[in-house]
């Protein structure tokens, strides 16, 4: 089993920037797509950001340019480097491993079956 635990989330004003942690426990994640989605209230989840065991990246076209993905496997993380928010990225977001998520290209929640809880993200005007 895996365990997700996302931190670094907050309340920022626009144009701002913050960095999301998920830490991995319970086992290895080095081998794993791990993703960042999204979601809003009153919307459904989305994709944010992924990347691929072998460090291959992907993004939404919302996040792409301002966001970064990365991972450390020595220390089991990921991070979400988020530069230039607005009001619009106001939402949850939550990290995701999965043993397979390259079979749906990484952008949908269906290839991860591991979650965290989730941080909430406030941009304000």
């Known amino acids: 089993q895996v365990q997700l635990a996302e931190s670094g989330g907050g309340l ?3 144009g ?3 960095r999301l942690s998920c830490a991995a426990s319970g086992r290895t994640v080095s081998s794993y797509g791990m993703g960042w989605f999204r979601q809003a209230p009153g919307k459904e989840r989305e994709f944010v950001a992924a990347i691929s065991w072998g460090g291959s990246t992907f993004y939404a076209v919302s996040a792409k340019g301002r966001f970064t993905i990365s991972r450390d496997n020595a220390k089991n993380t990921v991070y979400l480097q988020m ?4 009001s619009e990225d106001t939402a949850v977001y ?3 491993a999965g043993a397979r998520a390259y079979v749906s290209g990484y952008r ?3 290839g991860y ?6 941080t909430q993200v406030t941009v304000s005007l």
């Open 108 to 110: 949908s929640q269906y």
């Open 12 to 14: 920022v004003q626009a």
């Open 16 to 18: 701002d920037s913050l």
């Open 113 to 118: 079956g591991y979650w965290g809880q989730g």
């Open 83 to 86: 530069n230039s928010l607005n």
């Open 94 to 96: 939550y990290c995701a």
